[in-house]
């Protein structure tokens, strides 16, 4: 018999947002942050804005246990289930070694896309993603920015809004779930004709790795790179037509940074964003997108009417 | 029936799958080079890129022996056109190659390949009449030859009808095979694994696994431990990789499953699945890449 002995963690995620007016207002909650964590003797980990980085580095120099991460990687943009995943797999590292962490990050107008609806997909994304993890992430929005999907981003998603520097109750909150079933993950801007297309069965998911792995040679993805694409893509193409209704399509472009995949069917997912956190160890469900997020540089899922559909980009 | 070629020998085998094929040519290619014979291998429709792969994962170093040309691999192209000429042209070039290998000092002359196309050929000298005139031009000498038959794709008059000019008909028999992946027996408590595992196929692993466990803890030899040789085992998807860990956590604390020839590919993802968590779990990585 098999005794698990991991330690639960004795707290979870706190999400809390605060809006702010002008640049002395954004420094003053940052800098009100990192002093409280600093105070409590937990690291901070930021990704905000390069003056207010030159501050905070200015005031706390290394002391404070500082990390500023970097903004999401170019092949993420527009996925806000993308960011939240490397985001976790970050502070689930970090905290693992820490304890828990705070975290501030900034709102930043170049990845609001056509109407902001990617901050709604982010932390609801978020709140799952990070939801066993013990830190303290505080996001911080500009008044002047807020769109109605971004007002719909800090009030669906924070627990708790920070106001006159006190986190206050926030009566609006929903569960992710919810938030995603009201304001779907939108889906990434669409592509070209693709180069190569496969229909499928549950019998042909070997010719969907072997085209695959086709394609990573000639964009000369690295093997481990190419090894890890695949299982990437037979796990997604597995869900597809073991969940989905009939065929399903598989899709892909060589493109200059590397290998772009989709994973089209016609079902339609009862978890609005799967494979964001770790599955238990005991739990055979569950685990094969999870592991898929791992391995890629994007992996965005999004249903509409037609149903369920899946980008992966891996990058060379 | 056997299921080892030796010098002299003229056999036949029937296969149903690529996998089997890779694995009975590849056996028969593996004695010979061991014994320091000539190998020749007549490619067809890529058979000889799977053989060499097999033969690889079993044998190791084969660049030196196509290096060396002791084992030659003959092009679709050349293998086609040796078979629409006269049948004296190609037992011409059989019986120079035979003595030229002994010539070199090598022990004999080991011949076979991928002869589905050469069978279907509507026009030419039939097969059965290459065998028979084989039969002839070797008599004392030390050659081997093994003509597999694609029962997918020959008729089975036809096989039955070339079976019957072989005195002796290899046989490599399989737990299961459905094309994608091939399940041998090498002893009781010994599988090997090769080919892919996915959806269509993974519930009939763990069930072979669990059987073979089931069989391991009735048995009285006291064996202690299941192992899957995963050596050629090209892919394993998640739910597949996951199943092996739970089932080896299943396992009493007085066994082992152990899990012999792990790609760095399949190792990776056992680790994501658990492994490390299974005491009952033995990884053993491959020797060879």
Known sequence: MIVETRVASPTRLEHRAAIYSALPNLLHLVLSQVQAAADRGEPVALIVEPDVEREVRARFGAAAGLMILPPP???????????????????RELAGVTGR?????????????????????????????LADLPITMTCLFPAIAMQPEIDRAVRWNHPQLIESGLPL???????????????????????????????????????????????????????????????????????????????????????????????????????????????????????????????????????????????????? | MLTRVTPGDHACAAFDSDQQLAEIASDFVADGLVRQEKVCFLDDEGAADAMLRRLSEDLGDVPSYLASGQLAIVPQEAT????????????????????????????GFRLTGQLTWAAQRSAGVSLADYDLALDRIWADCPVSVLCPYDTRRLPPGEIEQLRGLHRIELVAPAIFDDGLLRITQSSRFVLRLAGEVDHSNRSTVLGVVESTL??????????????????????????????????????????????????????RLLDRCGAAFAPQLVIQGSARP
């Open chain 2, 80 to 107: 086609r056109a040796s078979f629409e000429g006269p049948a004296e042209e190609l037992l011409d070039v059989i019986s120079e190659s035979i003595t030229a290998a002994l010539d070199q000092g090598l022990a």
């Open chain 2, 214 to 267: 089931d069989n391991a803890l009735r048995s009285t030899e006291r064996s202690d431990e299941v192992r899957l040789n995963l050596t050629s085992l090209r892919f394993l998807d998640v739910a597949a990789a996951h199943q092996l860990v739970q089932a080896a956590e299943a396992f009493p604390v007085s066994h082992r499953l152990v899990l012999a020839g792990v790609r760095p590919l399949l190792q």
């Open chain 1, 101 to 129: 962490v705070s975290f501030v990050m900034q709102h930043e107008p170049r990845l609001d896309g056509t109407d902001g609806a990617y901050w709604t997909e982010l932390d609801a994304a978020v709140n799952v993603a």
């Open chain 1, 73 to 91: 990687e170019a092949a993420a943009r527009g996925s806000g289930q993308t960011v939240a995943t490397h985001l976790a797999r970050e502070l």
């Open chain 1, 169 to 316: 109750t926030n009566p609006d909150h929903l569960p992710p779930d919810e938030v995603i079933a009201a304001a779907p993950a939108p889906p990434l801007p669409q592509l070209g004709p693709a180069q190569q297309r496969l229909v499928f069965t549950p019998w042909e998911l070997h010719a969907v790795r072997a085209a695959v792995a086709d394609v990573a040679r000639r964009v000369s993805l690295d093997e481990q790179r190419a090894e890890d694409l695949v299982i990437a893509v037979n796990e997604i193409a597995t869900n597809a037509v073991e969940y989905g209704a009939g065929d399903a399509e598989v899709l892909l472009w060589a493109s200059l940074d590397g290998l772009i995949c989709e994973v089209h069917n016609t079902g339609h997912l009862t978890q609005p964003l799967p494979g964001l956190q770790p599955p238990h160890p005991g739990d055979p469900r569950g685990r094969g997108i999870w592991i898929a997020r791992q391995l890629c540089d994007l992996l965005h899922i999004w249903n509409d009417r037609d149903g369920t559909h899946v980008r992966i980009h891996a990058i060379c």
